[in-house]
């Protein structure tokens, strides 16, 4: 595979992040004394300029790995082109392009990977260029309180296919033999009995990057997306920005270093639980049946998580700060990418 830097642009990106109750400084702030008499006197970030992905040349990331970490998405201005289907009678080439104008990067793809699609579902035969276009911040902000995840798409990767969270599949839900659903899960985005689509237990028939096609033939990825970094933390370092959530926070890969020089592998600190699975009131209780392993907490089902602080390196949104910048890691375990969004999506 290729290694490519995106380039940097002009922008000197700022990040200031605030958690409730504390002020996180960084570059975008002026350094305030511990003093009685330390002015309290900040310094606004310098504006955004606004730029747009023509000014650049295309760039071909077909099969790329990437290394840049720069965590602002305007950092990533620019035209993303790639060509993994040549052997195929009907080339499709993917493209992304990324711009920015009044502080919002837009987001604009045929949602076709820069890698070629596995056979999962006929995927390698069937995938089809399908237009999306996603208005994220550039610049954002911790808020006071998470915002919960939705249906769709939750996160956007540099090769301009999305990431959805949740499967569109839930214990006792549609028409299909219980313990054997595969979609028709509902509009519910809180049913705590949705598939986990990471879980060894549960075949969804995802390809080799972990993802799969929609009826309409649009390809996007579940649980923790193959495609655009080196997996292997003991022969890297930190891992690249992959892409960025609705919320403005960029999705690292699954490496980083920590505050000794380490390069480390971020651990969920998502936990199962222990025990026979209880009712929840207004959905049915998966048992053994069908395709379903057991009566107990396993890991097949998001409800049978819980987050348990401090138990990994990452908060209940699946995020950290590493040094003045706050992102999401990829995890092997749930959440694989977000639970949460820390900032806050646009409307």
């Known amino acids: ?175 299909e033999p219980v313990g054997t659903e595969t979609a028709f899960c509902g509009e519910d985005p809180q049913n705590p009995w949705r598939y986990d689509t990471g879980s060894e237990l549960s075949d969804f028939g995802f390809d080799d990057w972990n993802a799969h096609l929609q009826t309409d033939g649009h390809y996007h990825y579940h649980s923790q997306p193959a495609a655009l970094f080196d997996p292997d933390c003991a022969d890297t370092g930190p891992s690249p920005t992959i892409g960025f959530a609705l919320d403005g926070f960029p999705v690292f890969g699954p490496c980083y270093e920590d505050p000794n020089g380490d390069i480390k592998k971020a651990l969920s600190s998502y936990q199962v639980k222990d025990g026979k699975r209880q009712d929840i009131d207004g959905y049915t209780t998966p048992r053994q049946v069908g395709n379903v392993a057991s009566d107990n907490y396993d890991g097949q089902f998001n409800g049978d998580y819980e987050y348990v602080e401090g138990s990994g390196d990452l908060d209940e949104c699946n995020g950290m700060q590493v040094g003045d910048v706050y992102g999401y890691y990829l995890t092997d375990d749930y959440p694989h990418v977000l639970a949460c969004y820390s900032g806050t999506p646009l409307p």
Request: proline fraction near 9%; include cysteine.
């Open 1 to 175: 595979m290729k290694s490519y830097t995106l380039p940097k642009t002009t922008l000197n990106a700022f990040h200031c992040l605030a958690i409730v109750g504390i002020a996180l400084a960084s570059s975008c702030t002026a350094s305030v004394a511990n003093s009685p008499n330390a002015s309290t006197t900040t310094t606004p970030p310098e504006p955004i300029p606004d730029r747009l992905a023509s000014e650049a040349e295309p760039l071909d990331i077909t099969d790329t790995v990437l290394t840049s970490t720069e965590s602002s998405c305007a950092d990533h201005v620019g035209t993303y082109i790639s060509k993994p289907n040549e052997t195929q009678t009907r080339p499709v080439e993917g493209k992304l392009t990324v711009s920015v104008k009044d502080e919002i990067c837009l987001f604009e793809s045929n949602q076709i990977p820069n890698h070629e699609p596995g056979s999962a579902l006929g995927a390698d035969e069937s995938v089809e260029p399908r237009p999306l276009q996603l208005e994220i911040p550039a610049r954002p902000m911790i808020a006071e309180s998470f915002t919960r995840i939705g249906l769709g798409t939750n996160a956007v990767l540099l090769n301009g296919v999305p990431w959805e969270a949740l499967f569109d599949a839930c214990f006792d839900a549609g028409d």
